[in-house]
Each structure stands twice: as structure tokens, then as C-alpha cells.
């Protein structure tokens, strides 16, 4: 049936929404696709749901067509078996939780690996029945702590998730790389430009894993790429780390008085004037700047620790939450922040803008032993030998060619720097452009973590009980909707690619002769018979004007205007993404069309 | 593509599971369908998914069909809208809440009249936008109190609900009797039988209301139907009042000294041996008994009320339930329970087994101003003139020729006694017969509550503001599955009828040659090109009684043996709802299923 706008529930806007910072959430508002609930919480209208299905049909065919097998869990589930995992608390404040009216605790489901490794250990004992590779489409829940971007980081989403279980590590692998192949068809269909990177597995734990993003401005991950290959978020990228250094010849560290040096150039400069090195002239490099970061574990605690890199980096927030979790022994999402002045006063053993490890292995400030006891991680470029100007742990003072492994050591190594343009590829595939992009999709070996936690072992060939091997694959659903709004859009508004479209063909009728109208619903009930999905713009007293615009900003790939054209029997088709527009007499205009659907 | 039963991810069950009480649960988990997570919490696994995709396309069909435009909601909603409309309160326990990481207050949603309120009025403006039927089908909750019987009352389930709004009566109407109709259709198609019964819409508010009933013994609804053609749920139905009575021969009420009278009927005896009636003998019905009530409002404070009724009459709990909220000045759901020893202690006035209103009007124990000051309501029996035998609030005493209206006077009239076969229907189209049913659908014409307290308004043709007029209609989705899988069941298993079966064919090889599985595999693979939707048992080393047992329990309607019959070639093909078998040629085997399926 033809859908007709004078039918259709939509309000195209004018006006931006006020709280849309993005191209495509601006566009799905204002085009009628979707509207917000609650901060980060949508309600699908009519076109939106249309493409979602769309999304949602290509995902599912592409995971039927690995063998995957879809069933569909609650997003409200007990406790337990999250407890079990340690994920009812790892997931902090991350985790909607509730009670119900027994006073029993629930959670808004976020992912499933728990209720999946139960469900096949319910139904499974041997071996031979695996593998088994199940999936869902299903609603998700996550308390993000800056919900944005429309539907790009929701707080309720639809995600694709699937889960592959095995008897052995074989078995995952080809899982693994069935799922991989699976992800690169489901975007290309979907016309989704993914670069898929290594990438750290967080609270899921496991050990390969790989992000699908999209590269676009609006993305929120960085992921650096070479010329030779290499691809991974930044929180994955290991530094090529200098081999370390002779330090015999080095002088004994020296605490010197370094009045108004508030910052690394102020300092250096200071350094080269009164305190010059004898081969070259000192750099921020060569300085080791400490940073105090707050840590807030999944229990709540708040954990102090010291980070030690070049002066010439920053710190990557991003990059210490991702592993400074393992380093304080807590597995789970951790909070990371700049130290607070409260946290600052709560340990006077750290003089502010002059801290550092201290001068003597024996008795530092910072490091093994330390006497604040603080955790105190260093950059891998910190590596033994080198020699550093730093915080001496008095005001005004600093210490110089203070040398790593000889006068301090920390507690360990962190990739705690910001990963630039120009750093080395770890691989030696050459140095690195960095990109931001979309987490479209994740695909993790999982390995025997949550099937050794939950028990699911199986009967292998000769009858021994073995753990089963698993792994987790996500696909972002809600937001690939989002994510081609934002690659399939011009400033007049959206312009899908025909795979995801809510339509084939928009068809309008401009002008004001009942003919036109009469000539235009024939051709729409003609394109319908035809097997293509139509909208009639058929509002009888709105303007050309206002009716071009509503076609460019719902996006439908190909608009046909019954106009001023149809005394001489032609009609204007013309595409939404190019702009470009054809005359065809109406006689043929259907199988015009059909073509132009069929991309012929 | 075939689904073969060695891959399908399917565990049968030879066991009940420990909680299934009734036929649909017990087989839709023993024959791998679904599984329980939580208490009223399921997971479907890909049969019973199937067959839920098959029932919700029949509801998105007809929904369409009447103009239905299929939107999508969040099930976590804001509690803002909720308390503007006092649902938030309202609900009581059975709304599941939670907060957010930011204390902001959370539910999950059990039905959703605020939220497309909302979005209408945030879209339209015109009594030429409308009418507008919108539907979602969406995963809902209610925290319920006992949930039971696997899906017919569950805590997460999914249900369709659409919502009409219309600028005028007229209109509401016609949106009502659209739906009604489409209902109709639905159930038809999907084979399940219903009765269209009166209904008060509890807390949904509103006027006028009907559910949709499938009668079966494990329903939880009463039902009452006429052979005039009333019906009725029970909460619904009104007593057939007598008329007043002329009092004016009553003796005066007179208190005499009745030991030994635990029950009603000890109590009639004793009436009638010592205080004998001069027209009749005193019966059961001539004893006005008044039952103390607890009642538990949305706010969690408990309320004692005391009704009066014939001592041969129960009272209901479902339906003092049903409308003791009125009496009580509260809107929402409440809960009912006979009052408890704690309750009775708490009310020394009234004075356990002889609890009566008392002798006088002006001074009396129950009733208008009365010393209590407990709400006291009477069954509408209880007319002006009638003489009764009742509690005289003294131990071992009751008053005789107590006459309503003049020795005493209720606050109100309710309808709390159990509705008995042999009743009258209201309408007067005779006598009613008791049955039970399955809640499967209820539409409701809400009116303008909803967009009264939300402030929906539209310009009307004289452009006069006006507030719609709304209408609110479910089905229960999830729930349907469990009602059919009772309706189509024997003592072996499943027998779905054809529109909601998970597969069309279920081909069995039963035999060791190569040549039966070689003939069932090419059989299978040549119904799925002919359009057939087929699952194949290719289990090798399983055995045939094995195979029929689990062909009987998953229920799908064909069923075709090829056994030994392939030696004269020909295949068995068997109905599992009557169990009748026929002998078909291999060659013919294809169309003859066709023709099977397509019904001729």
C-alpha cells in the first residue's frame, strides 16, 4: 500500500532540536525518525523503525547465513549469575539496577554472556554438540555517564549480540573468523565504511579482540592507523619503547633550586641556562613529569595513583582506564580523572608541581616501598638508564639526572600516554595517522572466563569433561542507524543508500490541477504494483517549495515529481545523493524506476 | 533452507520442569520453546521465537490493515509523565522502579497512554491531523505479586498496544469498533476462540471496555455469559437489584441470646427453632452477613471497610477489588484481602462473629456517621424494607427484624459478592452460566483523561481548542503463544494449528540405510524450493519411537515418515492433530504437501 504523507504520523521541523550536537541526530529529529524519551533514550516513529528493520534484516540474514541461531533473552534478569561473574559490581555505576517488590535484585541486561553460558549448559553435554553459535537483536541498557549524541551513545539501544561456544581453541578461532567475515559483509551491505582494529577488551575480559569503527569527525574512539597496516584503538597501541641505556656515565642526581618554573618550557629553560647538559641541550623530553590520577573502582573506592612520563606527552585518560584497573589488582570499569585538590591534600607526601620518585631507591617517594604507598606507574619509554629532570618533593626545587632503575622504579608499566601522529607503529609497519571513528561492532575471544565462572563444561571425545571456549560478538544496531545518517547526509538533509532507505521512491506531486494529482497516485499504485516501496507526497495545499525540501530532508534515494512537466507526458526523476534529475516520459517512468531500484 | 534437527540448537525434556502447573508451560519448555531466566521471566529459544515472529506478523498485519502506524517506545520512561497522570503512585507495587546514576527516578514501562499522549501532542496541532491510530509491539513489565503458568502472566512479556486519538465521540467510536474488529480478526487467524466480554477498565480509567477472552479452565479471569448473549467478566457484572420493600408490617428489631451459632447454618436453625418467622421458615439468604476487608490503596495504606451481604452469598475478592477504590475516594489499583486478626484488634468495635451495623439509626455500630467510622458498603440486595437476621456486636447475640433503611444505612452499595450460575444477566436475557477464561486482548475507550491531564488539545474546524479524545487497546503477544499451545495440545505434545507453527513440515528419516536419509534430505531440500517451511530430524543414530516422541511434542502440524515404506516408494505422511496417516508415492510427495499445507 502506497504510504501517503497526508497519512503518514510525521512533523518535519524546521528548527534543530536544541540538545543535538551531531549531523544525524540533528537530521533524525528534524526529519520525523525518531524523538527523545529521556536523556539518551529515543522513541522510533514510523520511518525510523522502517530503517531499523532494514538494519535489522541484513544483520539477521548475515548471522543466519554462519549458522548463527536467534533466540531472544529478557533485558530484566536476577542478580546471580552476574554476581557469580563479579560483573554486578564490575560494571559500576554502568549497570541499571533494581528491585523487585520481594526486595530481590535485578539488572537492566547490558550484555549477555552470563544468561548465554547458563542457557547452553542447560541444554548441552557433549562435544558433539557443539559448536553452537546463537544470537539475539534485543534492547540494552547502559547508565553512560554522558549520554550523547542522539542515538550514538544511548542509555537504552538495540544491539545484535551474539555469542559462538566450543570445545576447543580451533573451534573459537573459526568462530571467530566466521563472525569477522560476517561483520565485513553485514556493513558493506549496510554501505558502512568500518576499519577493523586490535583492540583491549575492558570489563569483558578474554584475549583477542577486535573493534569495527566507522571513521567519521563525530566519533568518539581514536584509532591510529599505518601506511603498512596497522590499525587499533588507541587504548590498544603498545609504544616502541627505546632499548635501555647505559648509565655509568651519568652524573649522581643533584637537587637544584629552580625558582618560577611553573611549567615544562619555563623549566627546560631554566635547565639549559643555569644547568646546562653536556651533550645537547635539554628538552621537555628529558624531563619526567608525574601526574596524579583519581581512580574509581567498581566498588565505589577512590584509589590515588601516580603516573610518570616525558614531559612532552599528555596523559590519555583513556588509555589508563583501559589497564590501570590490572595494576591495582580490581578487574571491571574503572573511573578515571585528574586528581582532585582534596585528593592532593589527603596526601601531603606529594608537594604539588614538584613531585617526583624521590633520589634513593632505598627510601623514594614514589615507587617500590614507597612512604606514601601510592601506586607509581611509568611510561615504557621511562626504560632503565635514562636520565631525567624532575620534582624534587620540595617547592621550588628540582632534581637532575635523576636515572631510571639506578635512583627510582616504580610498580610498574602503563600506556598511559597519548598516542601522536608520528609515533611508531609497534609492528615497524611505519608511523602512525590517527583517525576518530564510531565503535560500530566488537568481536571478542572470550576464551573459558565466563564458562570456567559459570561451570559449562562438556564431554570431549574421549569422554573427559572439558571447559568450553567462547566468544562475544556486538553489533551496535540503533546505532548503525545513527552512523549512516551521519555518512549519508548533505546540509538539505538526509540521503540514505537504498539498502537501509524507508523508501525506494518519494513521489510528488507539485502544483495545483487534479490531473496532476489523478496522474501522480496512478503512478505511485503503478510503482507499488511493481514491488517497490513508495511515499506520495500527496498534501494538496502545500507548496513545491516546502515539499522539495521534506523529500531532501527525509532522504528517500530517488524522487519523482508530477509537475508542470506532465502536459508534454514526462515526469522529473531525480536522485537524492547526486542531485542529478532526468526527464521520462510517464509511459515508461515504472520501468525507469524499476531499474533505477534495481541499480541497472 | 532446511533446518535440521542436528543442528538446531533444541534440547527436548522427558521430565515437567518442577514449576509448570499447567499444559502450555510444561510443553513449551519440555519441547525447547522457552526457558525461565527469573520468576515470570522467559527466554525464547528459536522455536518458540519463531513462533512468536509468526503470531506478531498476523497483529502487525491486521494493525496495518486498519490504518495502524507501527512506532516503537522505550520500556524505561522517565517517572515525570507518570506522575503528572498519578500512575507513578497508582500502580503500587506493581511497577518496577529504579534510579538512575544521577538519583533521577526510572520505571519500566507495563503500558504507555503518557508517553504516546506526548508524542502527539508534541507532533499535531489540528483536528486535521487526526484520527491517528498508532501501535507498538514492545517488551512490557509489571512487578506482578504471583506470577504463574509460565507466559500467561509473566513480569517481562510483550504486548501489542495501540492507542487512538480522535478530535471528537464520534470518532472514538469508530477507532473503538475498528479495533474491535481487527481483534476479531486476529484471533481467528490465529485460531485461538474468544469471547467479547463487558469489562470495568480498573486503572486504565475511562468508559466504556471489553476484553477479549479465551475460555479455558487454566484462565484466572470468571467470565459470565447468557443464552441472550451477555457477557461479561465478573468485576463487570451488576446484581439484578430487587425492588424496595414496604417495611411497615417489620416487627422491631429485637436482640435475643443465640449460642452456639458459629456458621449460618447453625444460625438458621436456631432462628427458625426459637424465633420462627410467621410467613416462612428463615433461610441462609434472610442472614445479612457482614465481612471485614482489608484494603491495601496505591500508597501502601491499609484501609478496613466492612460489606454486608446475604448470608448466602461469598464475597468476591476481584470484584470488591474491582471498585472499593470509588467508595474510597482513591483511584489506582488496589489490593484485597480478608481482614486479618491484627486488623480485627485493631477495631474493638466490632466484635468478632457477631458483627452487626446496629439496632438504631442514630447511633449506630457500621454505617452513615457511625461509631466506627469504618466505610461500611452493602450488597445491592440488601434494597430499603428488607428484615434481617444480623451480628448484634455482642458475643453470642445477634438482632432479629433488622430492617434495612429504617434500623440502618450503609455508605454505599458495591458490588462484592460472587456472581453464581443461575443468576440473572442485567440486561435480562436470562440466566447466567459461569465460565473461565485467558485475558488475551482489552480495548478501552479511555476518553480525555489522558490528554486532559497531559494538556493534549487540537484546533478544532472553527479554531476552537479542544481536548482528544483517546482510546487504549493491547494484546497480549507473548501471552497468545501460551493460550494457543493450550488450546492446541494433546497428551503427547504440541499441535500448533498452521498460521503460528514453526515449521510447516516436519520430515523424519527413520531406518539405518543410507538411501532413507539420502531420500529424506532430497525430500526436505525439495518442499523448502517449493515454498515449504521445513525441519528435518537427520539425527543418525536416533531411534524411531524417539523421533515420533519428539515429532508429537514439538507440535508441527505434517509430519512425513520416510521409513520403510521407501522400498515400495512411498513415504507416510501423518496430521498431528487427528493423528490420521496416509501412504504417498516419493514422486507425488511434494504437491501432495503443498496441497496439505495450503489446506485443499
Do not use: C
Amino acid at each position: 500500500m502506497v504510504t501517503r504523507l497526508t497519512q503518514l504520523f510525521l512533523r518535519t521541523l524546521r528548527e534543530d532540536p536544541a540538545d543535538a550536537d551531531v549531523a544525524s541526530h540533528r537530521l533524525l529529529v528534524r526529519a520525523g525518525y525518531i524523538r527523545r524519551a529521556a536523556p539518551g533514550i529515543y522513541s522510533w516513529l514510523p520511518l525510523g523503525l522502517k530503517v531499523l528493520g532494514r538494519v535489522e534484516a541484513i544483520v539477521r540474514e548475515e548471522m543466519n547465513a554462519i549458522g548463527g541461531q536467534e533466540v531472544h533473552f529478557p533485558a530484566l534478569l536476577p542478580r546471580e549469575p552476574y554476581e557469580v561473574t563479579n560483573r554486578w559490581t564490575e560494571y559500576g555505576e554502568n549497570l541499571f539496577r533494581l528491585k523487585d517488590r520481594r526486595d530481590a535484585d535485578y539488572l537492566l541486561a547490558p550484555t549477555h554472556e552470563e544468561m548465554f553460558t547458563l542457557l547452553v549448559k542447560d541444554m548441552y553435554t557433549s562435544y558433539k554438540d557443539l559448536p553452537v553459535y546463537l544470537y539475539q537483536i534485543q534492547t540494552k541498557y547502559r547508565d553512560e555517564a554522558r549520554p550523547r549524541a542522539g542515538l550514538l551513545r544511548g542509555r537504552e539501544f538495540i544491539m545484535k549480540d551474539s555469542y559462538s561456544f566450543d570445545a576447543d581453541d580451533e573451534g573459537l578461532q573459526r568462530a571467530y573468523d566466521a563472525h569477522r567475515g560476517a561483520y565485513l559483509r553485514i556493513f558493506a551491505r549496510l554501505g558502512l565504511e568500518v576499519v577493523a582494529v586490535n583492540a583491549v577488551s575492558g570489563a569483558m575480559g578474554g584475549s583477542r579482540s577486535e573493534e569495527f569503527l566507522h571513521p567519521t569527525e563525530v566519533g568518539e574512539d581514536t584509532f591510529v592507523r599505518s601506511a603498512g597496516g596497522y590499525a587499533a584503538n588507541v587504548e590498544a597501541v603498545t609504544t616502541v619503547a627505546p632499548a635501555s641505556v647505559d648509565a655509568s656515565g651519568v652524573p649522581d642526581a643533584h637537587i637544584e633550586d629552580t625558582p618560577d618554573t611553573p611549567t615544562i618550557d619555563t623549566l627546560v629553560a631554566e635547565a639549559n641556562a643555569h644547568f646546562p647538559r653536556e651533550d645537547r641541550p635539554w628538552t621537555a623530553a628529558d624531563t619526567l613529569k608525574n601526574v596524579v590520577i583519581a581512580v574509581t573502582l567498581p566498588t565505589g573506592e577512590r584509589r590515588i595513583v601516580v603516573i610518570g612520563l616525558p614531559g612532552d606527552r599528555a596523559v590519555d585518560l583513556k588509555r589508563v582506564e583501559a589497564t590501570v584497573g590490572e595494576h591495582l589488582g580490581v578487574t571491571g570499569e574503572v573511573a578515571v580523572e585528574a586528581a582532585s585538590e582534596a585528593d592532593l591534600a589527603a596526601n601531603p607526601g606529594l608537594v604539588k608541581g614538584y613531585i617526583g620518585p624521590g633520589v634513593a631507591l632505598d627510601a623514594p617517594v614514589l615507587g617500590t616501598r614507597s612512604r606514601t604507598g601510592l601506586t607509581y606507574l611509568l611510561d615504557p619509554r621511562v626504560v632503565d638508564g635514562t636520565r631525567w629532570i624532575t620534582g624534587a618533593n620540595q617547592a621550588g626545587r628540582h632534581v637532575f639526572d635523576l636515572t631510571a632503575g639506578r635512583d627510582f622504579a616504580a610498580d610498574g608499566v602503563i600506556e598511559a600516554s597519548e598516542v601522536r601522529a608520528g609515533d611508531q607503529a609497534p609492528d615497524g609497519s611505519g608511523p602512525l595517522e590517527l583517525a576518530r571513528g564510531i565503535e560500530m561492532g566488537h568481536i571478542f575471544q572470550l576464551g573459558r572466563k565466563y564458562a570456567e565462572a559459570l561451570d559449562l563444561q562438556v564431554l570431549d571425545a574421549n569422554g573427559k569433561r572439558v571447559i568450553v571456549t567462547m566468544g562475544s560478538y556486538g553489533i551496535g544496531v540503533s546505532r548503525a542507524v545513527a552512523a549512516l545518517a551521519e555518512a549519508y547526509h548533505d546540509e538539505k538533509g538526509l540521503a540514505w543508500p537504498r539498502n537501509v532507505a524507508p523508501f525506494d521512491v518519494h513521489v510528488m506531486a507539485t502544483g495545483k490541477g487534479e490531473e496532476i494529482f489523478a496522474a501522480a497516485a496512478q503512478l505511485a499504485a503503478d510503482l507499488e504494483s511493481a514491488g517497490l516501496d513508495v511515499v506520495y507526497d500527496d498534501r494538496p495545499r502545500t507548496s513545491p517549495g516546502v515539499k522539495f525540501g521534506d523529500a531532501e530532508l527525509l532522504g528517500v534515494p530517488t524522487t519523482v515529481v508530477v509537475g508542470r512537466g506532465l502536459v508534454d507526458g514526462v515526469v522529473e526523476v531525480k536522485d537524492r545523493a547526486t542531485g542529478e534529475s532526468t526527464d521520462v516520459p510517464l509511459a515508461e517512468a515504472v520501468e525507469h524506476l524499476r531499474g533505477v531500484v534495481a541499480g541497472s
